[in-house]
Every structure is written in C-alpha cells, then in structure tokens.
C-alpha cells in the first residue's frame, strides 16, 4: 500500500486516490466527475433558460407591455416605420455569448 500524507483522511487504494463520502463510504473518482459534470451541465441548462426568458423580455414582453392592445410584430413594424428598426442580430449574439461560452468551456474544467 502507498503511503497516504499526513494527516490526509484519504486512504490510497491500489496506487489511486480515493475519497469518503458523508457516510464513511469510500466513493471512486468518477463519482465524484460525474457529479460535477452534471453540476455543469445543470447550469448551463439554467443559464440558457435565463437567456431565452430575457430574449423574451427584450423582443416581446416589453414592446407588448410598452403599447398595450398591439402584438409584439404590430410594435416592431410601427418601430421599424419610424426608422428606428428593430434590435438586430446584436441583441441576440450578446445573450447567446454567455451559454455558449459557458457550454464551451465546462469541458474543460477539471
């Protein structure tokens, strides 16, 4: 058997470091990796609803709440005729920056 740092409360079993759970139970490393792995993708599926709920507010909640009777459309062409045009594709790209980012990178974590 290996020998553990001191003062260490993980054994080493066969050469590989293992860790207890809350219940003394000894749990491998993969365990552990898959907790944070579906810690990540849990958040990245929250973040992500996050952005669709403010795409939401900015390209339909909003216009609706600003001229009630109107449809979300009925504002963005009204706005649209007045030469000030709809939010482009910029709206967007700056809300899907941040899950996309955030999706791209929780592979990378350790």
Not at 32 to 57: K, S
Not at 72 to 88: F, I, K, L, Y
């Amino acid at each position: 058997m290996e020998s553990v740092p001191v003062g260490s409360d993980v054994p080493a079993i066969r050469g590989r470091r293992r860790s207890v759970d809350d219940h003394g139970e000894v749990k491998p490393r993969s365990a552990h990796r898959r907790t944070r792995v579906l810690a990540a993708l849990v958040g990245v599926v929250v973040v992500t609803l996050y952005a669709v709920v403010a795409l939401l507010q900015i390209l339909v909640w909003n216009p609706e709440a600003a001229v009630p009777g109107l449809t979300a459309a009925e504002v963005w062409r009204e706005v649209g005729t007045a030469s000030q045009g709809p939010p482009n594709v910029s709206v967007v790209a700056v809300i899907a920056a941040v899950p996309c980012s955030r999706s791209f990178s929780a592979g990378s974590w350790r």
